[in-house]
């Protein structure tokens, strides 16, 4: 099935590291096709915080991270900041699909 | 700097068609694609499709494929989303992103809201 599965929410109290996963198929993140993650804060556009799997562009503190393994990918953020608190999406391709696709979004409460 | 400015709120009623433009400035147009987004209120990220904005060749969601028109006019550096025959679901803001692998940057969306 071509989904990109994020869990809704996600917590973590100021300084603490939280990860957020990105669960994908053989048509998609499985078939190597490279992962993206964004950021949207409310009532704005999102923005790009890591292509290929896990680079930063520039801008973006080093606390932001990702990594790819399988048919899953994960965004990681050390030393949470009040900042931080916004929704954040995953994307890839799918083959199937012939087409790019998200994840369902998670929130991040800090 | 990249900019992709995008067009104002439209109110649509249903079975209407809605033309969305997008205006990139910074950088080299038929260098890079453009994709198109939409988000329903309250909802996560939805992509729609994207043009190759060199060759023209476009690749739509297989759901929007018979409503969607992606264009792009090299002349005026603007790429257009047009969507017909609207229904009350198709509520949302629309963003158009530049497109190499990834969305870079994101214009800052339209809203589009269609009701009766």
């Known amino acids: 099935q071509s989904v990109l599965t994020q869990q809704p929410s996600v917590s973590g109290a100021p300084g603490q590291r939280v990860t957020i996963s990105c669960s994908g198929s053989t048509s998609n993140i499985g078939a190597g096709y490279d992962v993206n993650w964004y950021q949207q804060f409310p009532g704005t556009a999102p923005k790009l915080l890591i292509y290929g799997n896990n680079i930063r562009p520039s801008g973006v503190p080093d606390r932001f991270s990702g990594s790819k393994s399988g048919t899953s990918a994960s965004l990681a953020i050390t030393g949470l900041q009040s900042e931080d608190e916004a929704d954040y999406y995953c994307q890839s391709y799918d083959s199937s699909l012939s087409g790019s696709l998200f994840g369902g979004g998670t929130k991040l409460t800090v | 700097q990249v900019q992709l400015v995008q067009s104002g709120v439209e109110v649509k009623k249903p079975g209407a068609s809605v033309k969305v433009s997008c205006k990139t400035s910074?950088?080299?147009?038929?260098?890079?694609?453009i994709s198109w987004m939409r988000q329903a209120p309250g909802q996560g990220l939805e992509w729609m499709g994207w043009i190759s904005v060199s060759s023209g060749s476009t690749s739509y969601a297989q759901h929007l494929r018979d409503r969607l028109t992606l264009t792009a006019d090299t002349s005026t550096t603007t790429a257009y989303m047009e969507l017909r025959r609207l229904r009350s679901d198709d509520t949302a803001v629309y963003y158009c992103a530049r497109a190499n692998g990834a969305f870079d940057p994101w214009g800052q969306g339209t809203l589009v809201t269609v009701s009766s």
């Open positions: 910074g950088y080299t147009f038929t260098n890079y694609g």
